[in-house]
């Protein structure tokens, strides 16, 4: 707390627009508040700043004259303004000082001089504390994309892809940036190889569940500038470049019995449900559950109620169980304890209203809910759908294996209904669940790539809905 409390102290402090003698930085110092401090607070403010590297060795010069010595969080400091401002000769310096001083470096010092290194000419130089740092510890997801990068900016194509697939062995979740990197620098290039990993990629995406963002598209896209590639809003699941039909999102009968099995024994009853309920309530609404079956649609209550924050609570739900009920027959809201009680947030006729339209489940006021939207979602059956902005990820990671967590995902994109801010943004609308399945899908010729736009990015829990088909002409280049 004293830490950032002085950083914020002196968060204004501006350093000197150019580099100072020694009785210069002594009389800065003299009447700093903290002398202390001083060359710790200055060095922060010149990475803020952005000083001239010079300004900066000045200072340098002046602690090892006065000190006979620069401390490790000085020499870091000025590393990562180095590296902010690409200076390759100076970066070099400073691992050259901290390699002869310190035989083993912090993780935030490798951090800066890979990334410092991999964007120069000494590139090949990150590799090697790539490995230095494997010798210790399981390198960061930022040390192996910084090295990645590098490798595709000088289209060491092989080296990138040995080292992202050791990046995905050591399970680290690689950045879409990383990814793009890939298709923006393997343009012209006519490998079968490389070819074969880029589609790896694309399945990693499909796999996953992953959506590139707008750029990430269009670098896909023009990699496939020798291929016949169209942009192709699909919204009744055919496209309409090639009139393939998408892979449907509907489970079996088996694939829905199996989850259903183990999300209630994996999901609901072998993970810490009982912290944030009871046995007993939860016993209480499985009886209350089973006794009303099916429903058509789960709401999560709470959650929907704050789906726009400048209207009041209740005219939230209101409006979205009204909204819902011209397409529902039966509809089943999660609520707390608290919205029975009178109060601006939750008025007490219209709570009545809404109890006319649909069945309410009140669980107490600290207990988490989404154990219950599931049990009441998967025990009324295939056909219901369930309206939460959660994206669930927790629940899916409680799945055992890779299969199941598969499943969750494909009848999570197929159930989940999902809110559309309307023009103006004064009611609201909700998209209706994809009857085929949100993912890269392949037949081997074609692609049909689902991406996110700037909205889609913005409300993160959207499912993107627009897609990009790609069609080779040869399979092989």
């Known amino acids: 707390m004293n830490h950032t409390v002085s950083r914020h102290k002196f968060a204004t402090v ?69 590296v902010q401002q690409g200076k390759t000769s100076e ?79 050591k399970d680290l ?7 793009q990197a890939f298709f923006d620098h393997s343009r012209g290039m006519k490998n079968s190889a490389l070819q074969k990993e880029l589609f790896g990629i694309l399945l990693y995406l499909r796999d996953n569940q992953v959506y590139p963002h707008k750029t990430f598209m269009r670098s896909i896209k023009l990699w496939f500038e020798r291929q016949k590639g169209t942009f192709a809003p699909v919204w009744c699941g055919q496209c309409p470049v090639c009139n393939h039909q998408l892979e449907d999102s509907e489970l079996t009968e088996e694939e829905y019995s199996n989850l259903r099995e183990r999300i209630i024994s994996d999901v609901i009853h072998g993970t810490d449900t009982f912290r944030k309920t009871s046995p007993q309530e939860f016993e209480a609404f499985q009886t209350f559950v089973e006794n009303r079956l099916p429903f ?83 025990r009324s059956g295939k056909h219901c759908k369930f309206v939460t902005r959660d994206f669930l990820r927790d629940h899916k990671a409680c799945l055992s294996d890779s299969v199941t967590r598969h499943l969750f995902r494909k009848w999570q994109r197929g159930h989940q209904i999902v809110f559309s801010p309307s023009a103006g943004g004064k009611h609201i609308k909700f998209l209706p669940a994809c009857s085929y399945d949100c993912v890269v899908q392949t037949t081997g010729d074609t692609w049909h790539i689902p991406y996110k736009d700037i909205f889609e990015e913005k409300y993160s829990y959207q499912i993107p809905r627009k897609w990009l088909c790609l069609q080779q002409k040869y399979r092989t280049m």
Request: with cysteine; charged share 25%; hydrophobic share 40%.
């Open 14 to 82: 501006q350093p000197p627009k150019r580099p100072l003698c020694a009785e210069e930085w002594s009389r800065l110092k003299e009447g700093f508040q903290s002398p202390e401090m001083f060359e710790e607070v200055m060095f922060s403010s010149m990475i803020r700043y952005n000083s001239p590297i010079d300004v900066a060795k000045s200072l340098l010069t002046h602690v090892a004259k006065s000190n006979g010595d620069i401390g490790y969080n000085l020499l870091v400091k000025y590393l990562a303004l180095c």
């Open 173 to 179: 979740v690689p950045t879409l940036d990383v990814l």
């Open 296 to 378: 058509d649609i789960v709401i999560d209550g709470l959650n929907i109620s704050h789906i726009m924050p400048r209207k009041v609570q209740c005219e939230n739900l209101f409006e979205a169980v009204n909204c819902l009920a011209k397409d529902y027959g039966r509809l089943l809201v999660l609520g707390r304890k608290h919205m029975l009680t009178n109060s601006l947030n939750w008025k007490r006729e219209v709570m009545k209203e809404m109890q006319n339209k649909a069945d309410f489940f009140f669980a107490e006021n600290i207990s988490e809910d989404d154990a219950f939207l599931l049990y009441a979602t998967l």
């Open 91 to 169: 970066i070099c310096d400073v691992y050259d000082i901290l390699k002869i001083r310190f035989k083993i470096l912090e993780s935030g010092a490798y951090n800066l001089l890979m990334r410092g290194l991999s964007n120069s000419d000494q590139w090949r130089m990150a590799l090697t504390l790539l490995e230095e740092v494997k010798r210790v510890t399981v390198p960061s997801r930022s040390n192996y994309e910084s090295c990645i990068k590098a490798a595709t900016r000088h289209q060491e194509m092989t080296l990138a892809c040995e080292l992202y697939h050791e990046m995905l062995a």
